[in-house]
């Protein structure tokens, strides 16, 4: 197979190449040197491939979780970290970002893609109130103690 490398993207921990086939191209992804996955966009075009490696790279693709996987990590976080009720201060983030996404979809109707909140830029109030904010600092929305959700 005819692999020819065109681009090249490294940051942090990561790191990703745009190849040339055959067939169209295809982007490596690698984290700490190991490959994780080959990207097939064969079908599309030159700066479709650039742009796949780049967002890689530089941590704006996430895997998009699903309802059941985020209710596991929720009661897995929730069990590993139990405190007393009395010592808690607040929701998790992780309760705060379930909370918030279902408020989007279940009083707005929203389908599909939405924003999901930053768990680096977000916020934690001290009385335990979550400011949600995206990756680029865009307010989203806040979670009281109570699990009420107020969006922006």
Do not use: C
């Not at 992804?29 to 479709?48: P, S």
């Not at 976080?77 to 909370?99: F, H, I, M, Q």
């Not at 109030?125 to 959700?149: A, K, Q």
Request: proline fraction near 2%; avoid cysteine.
């Amino acid at each position: 197979m005819n692999r020819q490398e065109i681009f090249k993207y490294t940051a942090y921990n990561k790191e990703s190449i745009v190849i040339d086939t055959l067939n169209g191209y295809e982007v490596d992804l690698y984290q700490n040197g190991k490959l994780l996955k080959t990207k097939k966009a064969h079908q599309y075009a030159k700066q479709y491939a650039l742009n796949l490696a780049k967002d890689w790279t530089f941590r704006t693709v996430k895997k998009k979780p699903t309802i059941i996987n985020k209710i596991t990590k929720i009661f897995k976080r929730n069990k590993a970290d139990y405190t007393p009720k009395e010592e808690r201060k607040g929701l998790s983030y992780a309760v705060a970002e379930y909370k918030y996404v279902s408020h989007l979809r279940d009083h707005f109707g929203l389908i599909g893609e939405i924003e999901y909140p930053n768990e680096q830029a977000s916020k934690q109030h001290r009385d335990g109130t979550w400011l949600l904010l995206s990756i680029t600092g865009v307010r989203l929305g806040t979670v009281s103690n109570n699990g009420t959700v107020r969006t922006t």
